[in-house]
T-cell receptor, first 110, second 112 residues
């Protein structure tokens, strides 16, 4: 059974304090790992797709990396507007259905 | 840009009422999904449709049904709403050759 575990569940940072969110996965035949951002009361918004170990994607203060067992979402010099829940999901070769982690709730204090 | 539109952002219904949640996407996507999201439980898949008139049960289909008569529209139906169906409902779509999902803004349903 595919499993996706995100850690920590919650993270509080001061503005400018860089950190990383983790997404570890146990799947067979990874076809893609996806990061989403979700603001309170809204639907998730797609951020990145990573397909193979060693791949990296960047967008503003966010950088996503992938190894064979986990992905990291690095947040450099975060701002309060980066506060949100970040969700990780994987898709495997044998399924239409993505498997989501439970998310990391990030709060950035000014 | 892909747009997924859910018909109602907030609904309040009474126990036993029939509830319709509508979702429309404008990108000719084959796949559409209905999830519910509850604190501490994450996203849970209710139903999935991989094409028109095709549907598959997700992890928690009990108490729900769906309809996909046209490619752009995927409806979630609660035949007889119950208080434990109070939740945030999220619709998503995906192109068949793509991996990422595009979500609507969500429909927050309260059943009294």
């Amino acid at each position: 059974e595919d499993q996706v575990t995100q850690s920590p569940e919650a993270l509080r940072l001061q503005e400018g304090e860089s950190s990383s969110l983790n997404c570890s996965y146990t799947v067979s035949g990874l076809r893609g790992l996806f990061w989403y951002r979700q603001d309170p009361g809204k639907g998730p918004e797609f951020l990145f797709t990573l397909y193979s170990a060693g791949e990296e994607k960047e967008k503003e203060r966010l950088k996503a990396t992938l190894t064979k067992k986990e992905s990291f979402l690095h947040i450099t010099a975060p701002k309060p507007e980066d506060s949100a829940t970040y969700l990780c999901a994987v898709r495997t070769g044998g399924s239409y259905i993505p498997t989501f982690g439970r998310g990391t709730s990030l709060i950035v204090h000014p | 840009d892909v747009k997924v539109t859910q018909s109602s952002r907030y609904l309040v219904k009474r126990t036993g009422e029939k509830v319709f949640l509508e979702c429309v996407q404008d990108m000719d996507h084959e796949n559409m999904f209905w999830y519910r999201q509850d604190p501490g439980l994450g996203l849970r898949l209710i139903y999935f449709s991989y094409d028109v008139k095709m549907k598959e049960k997700g992890d928690i289909p009990e108490g729900y049904s769906v309809s996909r008569e046209k490619k752009e529209r995927f409806s979630l139906i609660l035949e007889s709403a119950s208080t434990n169906q109070t939740s945030m409902y999220l619709c998503a779509s995906r192109g068949v050759w793509k991996g990422e999902l595009f979500f609507g803004e969500g429909s927050r349903l309260t059943v009294l």
